[in-house]
């Protein structure tokens, strides 16, 4: 008789750790310190298959992710598996709170590129498929504030702010 594996068994030990830590009522992150994704998230072996252990916690305290809806890392933290850190959100809601992507329009605040021409600081978002802009400004961090008060207005709590605490 063949035994089946349903989870890898020397991190089963530290995820069953993680999540009694979770129904504890523990605050802060749980990280995951095993097997890492290209993208920067948690996996391991669940069910006869590769699962990301954050989808595993959730699933564990709170059952199915309903269809059409995913996992959103409210600390921002891709490592942390702590369901109390996790939220559902949809594919927009998820991609609002990314953060900057990397290169490009030189700017260091995410809605924000540089123009040619005066004033240099274009500010805009996209929501609902749609590209929204939000005017140009003579330095980068008026644009980015200006950025942030839309991004409130059309994205809530879901919204990645350049400036969180308001500096």
């Known amino acids: 008789m063949t035994r089946k594996r349903t989870m890898w068994g020397a991190r089963r030990r530290e995820f069953e750790e993680g999540l009694r830590l979770a129904r504890a009522g523990w605050q802060g992150c749980i990280e995951w310190r095993g097997a890492v994704t290209g993208s920067g998230y948690g996996y391991l072996w669940a069910s006869g298959k590769v699962r990301h252990v954050h989808i595993l916690a959730w699933e564990a305290v709170n059952g199915p992710i309903p269809a059409g809806l995913e996992l959103d890392h409210i600390c921002r933290n891709r490592l942390c598996f702590n369901p109390a850190h996790l ?65 409130k207005r059309f994205f809530g709590e879901f919204a990645w702010l350049n400036f969180p605490e308001g500096a």
């Open 87 to 151: 939220r559902l959100a949809t594919r927009s809601q998820n991609a609002a709170y990314a953060p900057k992507r990397r290169g490009g329009y030189r700017s260091c605040f995410k809605g924000v590129e540089w123009r040619s021409r005066p004033p240099p600081w274009r500010a805009r978002l996209r929501s609902g498929g749609k590209l929204i802009y939000l005017g140009c400004f003579p330095t980068e961090e008026a644009a980015a504030r200006a950025y942030d008060e839309a991004a």
